[in-house]
Nanobody
């Protein structure tokens, strides 16, 4: 179910940075949900990347991105962001913004209630 529009993906060299944005559709109140990102690399299964809980603001990161990626949300703008630094070729994937009742459904089960169309991130020299 497409309730978001992702942007900010593209081609970047290893070590570079990108900032992904995810704007919720009009009428969709983002702050009611845990929001986050998951990705799918070519030939691989979906992988949870990061999530912010709606209840206590707890943030989770996959071990593969800890220390490099930062998730944030702006409830006034109904938008969630993913700042990606020190990008590696293995970060190449389609990144999806998602919302669910809790972060486990986004980063562990990869079974969100809502998600966007995805944005391609390619890390290559």
């Amino acid at each position: 179910q497409l309730q978001f529009v992702e942007s900010g993906g593209g081609l970047v060299q290893p070590g570079g940075s990108l900032r992904l944005s995810c704007a919720a559709a009009s009428g969709f109140t983002l702050n009611r949900y845990a929001v986050g990102w998951f990705r799918r690399a070519p030939g691989k299964e979906h992988e949870g990347v990061s999530c912010i809980s709606s209840s206590d603001g707890r943030i989770d990161y996959a071990d593969s991105v800890k220390g490099r990626f930062t998730i944030s949300r702006d409830n006034a703008k109904n938008t969630v962001y993913l700042q990606m630094n020190s990008l590696k070729p293995e970060d190449t994937a389609v990144y999806y913004c998602a919302a669910a009742g809790n972060c486990r459904n986004i980063v562990v089960l990869i079974n969100p209630d809502y998600w966007g169309q995805g944005t391609q991130v390619t890390v290559s020299s």
